[in-house]
């Protein structure tokens, strides 16, 4: 045989071989690949609309009745001193969900569009998509965001559920759109969030090759406060307990605060119509009403296949004024509006029944849960991850939960103190030590200088012009 043939047979051999060993590399990484996205755990994603601390575990109004909610919170951490990113559903979830703050995206309220923004993020449901998970989501997770259907974004996108029987309007007669409560004639199952649950139940129940992500946004309690009449009758309406507050609230609260108070609007109105404790009650009902739908699924994941490998995390998009401080809603930057229930539970990770202080903020549900997951975290997300703190509980935390509504408008809040810094330059501090309603702006003390420069370390020195303005 030739001397160039013999080389020639010999090249190819290799190649040969070397394709071989590649071919045999790449099964093997495949199945290796394929093993550990089987030993993920599954993750239940659940998401509240417009709830606040009125539930058992943050005991935010005495008359709240929430097993469910408690019992799930209680199979993990409860964060007791958690709060969102902004308090207005767009800039929360948008936050939430890109690991992204309002300054840096421009999303700061619920008319700055998100789409622009959050179409091209590397978004918790994108990044679960394209690293195995069977990726699933219902009801409401984004805020009107348009691509929430596309193919890269989600395995399976159902939306929103409708509710049957909720075509009324104005039965509190203060002709104020959907700030409206009241029973309506419809059955339980009629509801959109029941509905909710049954198809999230049902995904529980499927046999899937993939780690599975669901994500179940619940809409209630949002306004309007339409539920069927059992949950009404559930807190009779003589004895139903206001909220606390006092007289003169917003005497030492700045211009800048009582804008965004609008006391003689929503406040004034339900003044007028005699509708306070009409409107508790509303709210007190519509909570159990979610709260039923929570102990359903609940069930539902405990009698799944997927009941052992799951972690669970909930989380409120932010809290809920009812007159404190003469504000309705959340849009404001105060504790009852940025207050939120919040909790994880991890299997073989997290303790059940353990309740923290440390202030996080929902800049935190992103790394962490790829930590929990094995998950890389991407460079984009800087929010600090809580797996130190379900390691050790008692580990210290330093970072202060911040909350933004509107450019240049700030809250920070520590274990101890929440500093407020608008846009003009107005200030409040509260020290929730002794005033934990915050009835006592101390932001002029001389004393908390040094206070309030710590925590304004944390706001932006640049921000990011309103998606609406571009």
């Not at 005495?62 to 919170?73: F, G, K, S, Y």
């Not at 207005?88 to 309002?102: E, T, Y």
């Not at 903020?361 to 703190?389: A, F, K, Q, R, W």
Request: hydrophobic share 35%; net charge negative; charged share 20%.
């Amino acid at each position: 045989m030739a001397t160039s043939t013999r080389i020639k047979l010999c090249l190819q051999r290799t190649l040969l071989a070397g394709a071989i060993t590649l071919c045999i590399g790449s099964i093997l990484d495949a199945q290796s690949n394929a093993k550990v996205s089987q030993e993920r755990p599954n993750v239940l994603f659940i998401a509240v609309d417009d709830l606040n601390d009125w539930t058992g575990h943050l005991s935010g109004h005495p008359q709240a009745r929430t097993p469910n909610i408690d019992r799930l919170v209680a199979r993990g951490v409860t964060f007791t001193n958690a709060h969102c990113a902004a308090p207005a559903c767009n800039p929360s979830r948008a936050a939430l969900m890109s690991g992204l703050r309002p300054w840096e995206t421009g999303i700061y309220t619920n008319e700055d569009p998100a789409q622009g923004v959050l179409r091209n993020a590397l978004t918790i449901n994108r990044h679960f998509l394209a690293n195995g998970y069977k990726v699933k989501g219902g009801g409401k997770i984004y805020h009107n965001f348009a691509a929430e259907g596309r193919d890269d974004t989600w395995s399976e996108w159902v939306g929103l559920f409708p509710t049957v029987g909720g075509n009324v309007h104005n039965l509190n007669g203060l002709d104020k759109s959907h700030f409206d409560w009241g029973a309506i004639p419809a059955k339980t199952s009629d509801m959109g969030d029941h509905k909710l649950t049954d198809w999230a139940i049902e995904q529980l129940q499927q046999p899937c090759d993939q780690p599975l992500f669901l994500a179940v946004g619940y809409v209630k309690p949002h306004l309007p406060w339409y539920v069927p009449q059992e949950f009404y009758d559930r807190f009779p309406l003589d004895s139903i307990q206001l909220p606390v507050t006092t007289q003169n609230d917003l005497s030492d609260v700045p211009p800048a605060g009582r804008a965004m108070a609008k006391p003689d609007g929503d406040h004034a109105a339900v003044l007028q119509g005699d509708q306070w404790k009409q409107a508790v009650q509303g709210y007190l009902a519509t909570i159990s009403f979610l709260d039923d739908e929570v102990g359903r699924l609940l069930e539902g994941l405990e009698n799944s296949p997927k009941a052992q490998n799951t972690i669970v995390v909930w989380w409120t998009d932010h809290g809920w004024h009812l007159g404190e401080k003469e504000h309705w809603r959340k849009f404001a930057l105060w504790e009852k509006a940025t207050r939120t229930s919040f909790a994880i539970a991890a299997p073989g990770v997290t303790t059940a029944g353990t309740r923290l202080d440390a202030a996080v903020d929902y800049t935190n549900i992103y790394p962490t849960l790829c930590d929990l997951t094995g998950l890389p975290i991407p460079e984009h997300v800087h929010g600090p991850s809580l797996m130190p703190l379900f390691k050790d509980p008692t580990e210290a935390w330093d970072h202060v939960a911040i909350c933004t509504h509107g450019r240049g408008n700030h809250a920070a809040r520590d274990a101890r103190y929440r500093y407020i810094h608008y846009a003009n330059g107005d200030e409040e501090l509260y020290d929730h030590n002794g005033d934990p309603h915050e009835w006592n702006n101390i932001a002029s003390r001389a004393e908390m200088a040094e206070v309030k420069l710590r925590l304004s370390k944390s706001f932006p020195s640049n921000e990011a012009p309103p998606t609406l303005a571009n």
